[in-house]
């Protein structure tokens, strides 16, 4: 099985104590551990990949918890670091009624930011996977260490994952977020897009239009989540579509890190060679959806994502 790295962001999410409030409201909050790659290298983990997080946290009781809470998963930690330069990062969360969620960062900058190139040492092999998103890829050196990271894997042969993952409160110019994204998509042989940010990061409201935008930055896989409208995969000459399982949401928090941590544990198994992915595509993307089904049905991205045994039993279930 090969390995999948993620980089990017861990922090604590504060999960509210009553739904359907504005923030000033919330009487009280659940500390949860978070952070989008950090959730796809816990999903992985708990599925039975090889998983690294390379990230970075403040030297206080968050961030000492967090690497307990991560090793706890089995995530290889060996960079994930300490620094006594700045706080670990925070996420208030707010819930409506329906699970769905918004955030409140303070991040100003945070430790995860500061982490540069130099401090990472990492040796990855043909066939390794590399995950990120762009809630990193503000203008600090964690920016610059995406791309050398990056760069590292791609030069030994490595799939890379993008799952842009907009958060527009993160980045006052959203015109620069958007050409940041940009910039990136290319490195990308895996690009997950929820419904919601294709018309942002493409500036295209017609979807047929966006897709060829993105599928023309190159990657092997783009996935579109659509919610309980489920997923869709695109190559360059097929198209799979997968529907969603019905569930009571709890909490959505990490519905999409569970999703794509879940998809990229089975490409960690095997890569499907173009005459496999017919047959094996749909099996994959059904395994992300059930992985995303059953996180959003507990509180919490790390304590809500499930095992291989809990996947297996829902969609034998749901046959």
Known sequence: MSRITTIGELLIDFIPG?????????????????GAPANVAVVAAKLGAKSALISQVGDDAFGHGLIRTIKGYGVDTSNLFVSDRANTALAFVTLDHQG??????????????????????????????????????SEHPIKKTHVEIIKRFKEAGALISFD????????????????????????????????????????????????????????????????????????????????????????TTGAGDAFIGAFLACLAKHVPTPDEEKRLIPSYL??????AALTVTKEGAMDGAPSVAEIDRFLKEHE
């Open 164 to 251: 842009p993952n907009v958060r527009l409160g993160l980045f006052p110019d959203h015109q620069d977020l958007r050409k940041t994204i940009r910039s990136f998509l290319g490195y990308a042989d895996i690009l997950k897009v929820a419904e919601d940010e294709i018309e942002f990061i493409t500036g295209e409201r017609d979807e047929t239009k966006a897709l060829t935008t993105l599928m023309a930055y190159g990657p092997r896989y783009l996935i579109v989540t659509r919610g309980r409208h489920g997923a869709s995969l695109y190559t360059r000459d097929r198209h799979h579509h997968m529907p969603s399982f019905v569930v009571k949401a709890v909490d």
């Open 18 to 34: 009553q739904r359907g409030v504005a923030l000033i409201d919330v009487e009280d909050f659940t500390k949860k551990p978070g």
């Open 286 to 291: 059904e395994y992300a959806n059930a992985a």
């Open 100 to 137: 769905n969620r918004d955030f409140v960062f303070y991040r100003n900058p945070s430790a995860d930011q500061l982490l540069e190139a130099k401090q990472v040492e990492v040796f990855p092999e043909k066939g390794d996977i590399l995950h990120f998103c762009s809630v990193s890829l």
